[in-house]
């Protein structure tokens, strides 16, 4: 059992919002639609439905062209940002609400309300009404209306986004565990790069209505294919440099140069653009072959205990996610040191030339 979508494209009014797609996804798999707000991800998901219908392209359910077929018609369960539950009814009541429309039997409604709450841990709550719910507890219900359907295609829309950090990091870790016997194909949409990476399954990255690659998230994640993606599947983003090499020396926009080490030493001459993530930058010298830049620093943020610092460093901005709490002159230079093994190299194209060592050893 596959979802496939060959070609698809969405326009509206001449605007591209879903450029063409190809995209196959497996049956028992959780699929990650990760990119930022306005990427595309809501209205993918909509073409998945059936709630909207692609501009071209053909899209492939069981092996059966569904392209024109209506979302009632199809078995999909939808959760939104904004989950919805029926106030006037109880949880169980709002749980059996999509069987009864489906004209189930009623003792097969009940084992099935009665599986999922506990599935849920909603079972103490069966009889109680929505707004007696904590907003994590409401959103389970939202959940357990959505698996009750027994829907071969189950597609969640940002669905932790309203909740507490306690709450979110619960359900993150419940979720894959919820849905992984089910044997449905699972689509979750998230801006989140940790939020993939704890959920696993497979990642499609997305950027302004185009999924730019599509495998295990593990795999995304440590070797992107190009530097939009690698920007993507970074919070906050990668940063960049342009280097030269020649020989043996990188020299850096700006006039700083450093030995070519590592993966960096294997490059033929040319241009480039170098990528790293902010929890490889430091402030101190972190090995033997760093590399030492002179930025200035713009602002940080105090996490507890680590500090974010944002950095100019000429044209660019960076930021470095640095362990501790530090008190640092705003305005001031600041020397940041980066190892080699922790650089990935693209071309000025931005397609992918060399992954991080750290990366290709994972």
């Known amino acids: 059992m596959t979802l496939e979508l060959k070609g698809v494209t969405k326009s509206v009014e001449g605007q591209v919002h879903i450029a063409p797609t190809d995209l196959t996804l497996e049956n028992g798999t959780m699929n990650v639609l990760l990119g930022p707000t306005l990427a595309g991800k809501t209205s993918l998901m909509r073409l998945m439905a059936g709630l909207d219908q692609p501009t071209a392209g053909r899209i492939f359910w069981k092996g059966e062209d569904v ?11 939808m959760v939104y940002q904004q989950f919805i539950n029926y106030p006037s009814m109880s949880v169980y009541d709002n749980i059996a609400s999509p069987m009864r429309l489906m004209g189930v039997g009623r003792d097969e409604i009940d084992r099935r309300v009665r599986e999922t709450a506990a599935l849920m841990k909603l079972t103490p709550m069966l009889d109680r009404k929505p707004l007696e719910l904590s907003g994590g507890q409401q959103q389970r219900c939202a959940l357990a209306r959505a698996l009750v359907k027994n829907a071969g295609l189950v597609l969640l829309d940002e669905p932790l986004a309203n909740l507490d950090y306690k709450l979110r990091e619960e359900l993150r870790v419940e979720i894959p565990k919820i849905f992984e016997a089910s044997g449905a194909i699972f689509v979750y949409a998230t801006t989140e790069p940790e939020e993939a990476l704890l959920l696993g399954g ?15 998230t593990p795999r995304v994640y440590r070797r992107p294919v190009d530097a939009t993606t690698a920007r993507v599947f970074s919070d906050p983003p990668m ?21 070519a080490a590592g993966v960096l ?4 001459d040319g241009r480039y653009m170098a990528g790293f993530r902010p929890n490889h930058l430091d ?16 602002v940080t943020e105090l996490t507890g205990s680590e500090t974010f610092v944002h950095l100019d460093h000429h044209d660019a901005r960076w930021v470095g996610l640095i362990h501790g709490v530090h008190d640092l ?32 050893a994972a």
């Not at 497979?202 to 295990?216: E, H, I, S």
């Not at 940063?239 to 030995?259: C, E, H, M, W, Y």
């Not at 040191?337 to 992918?352: I, K, N, S, T």
């Open 67 to 77: 392209t024109g077929m209506r979302v009632q018609d199809r078995k999909v369960a």
């Open 202 to 216: 497979n990642t499609a990255t997305m950027w302004q209505g185009r999924v730019t690659q599509f495998g295990p």
């Open 239 to 259: 940063n960049f440099l342009q280097i030269t090499k020649t020989g043996d020396r990188l020299v850096f926009d700006g006039g700083q140069s450093a030995p």
């Open 265 to 268: 030493a294997d490059l033929p």
């Open 283 to 298: 402030i101190s010298q972190n090995g033997p072959d760093a590399m030492r830049f002179t930025a200035r620093l713009h």
């Open 329 to 360: 002159e705003i305005g001031a230079p600041l020397d940041v040191w980066l190892e080699p093994r922790h650089v990935y190299v693209f071309a000025e194209d931005g397609g992918l030339v060399a992954p991080a060592a750290y990366a290709m």
